[in-house]
């Protein structure tokens, strides 16, 4: 029997940050075709502007890095790129930390 790796159900978002000295952040869909559909620009935009704000806000703009984004599940809704933002922002602050740098997200509704 030969392992798979895991991979999450449902709408989940997977994030990994790398810090560069060059200011700028960089977002590309992972090799699993995570950016194919409709709305992929709009997601990887939501994501890197949450790497820079958190980037910003931890006093660390001049900062910058490559954000790599997995997604899993149906794309385009407004809870994946809710997921994102907060998946960029906790990979962007693990890393700063030191610690390891894949975060995984679920997607969840807002309660009303």
Known sequence: MTARPH????????????????????????????GDTEGRDTLLDTAR???????????????????ELRTAGARGHRTLHRAAGR??????????RGDDTGVTVRATRRPR
Request: proline residues 5%; positive net charge; hydrophobic residues 40%.
């Open 87 to 96: 998946a960029a922002a906790l990979a962007v602050t693990a890393t700063l």
């Open 49 to 67: 502007r949450a790497a820079e704000r958190t980037l910003a806000e931890v006093g660390r703009g001049y900062l910058g890095g490559h954000l």
């Open 7 to 34: 991979r999450p159900r449902g709408r989940t978002v997977q994030a990994r940050f790398q810090v560069r000295e060059s200011p700028g952040v960089t977002v590309a869909p992972a090799d699993d075709g995570a």
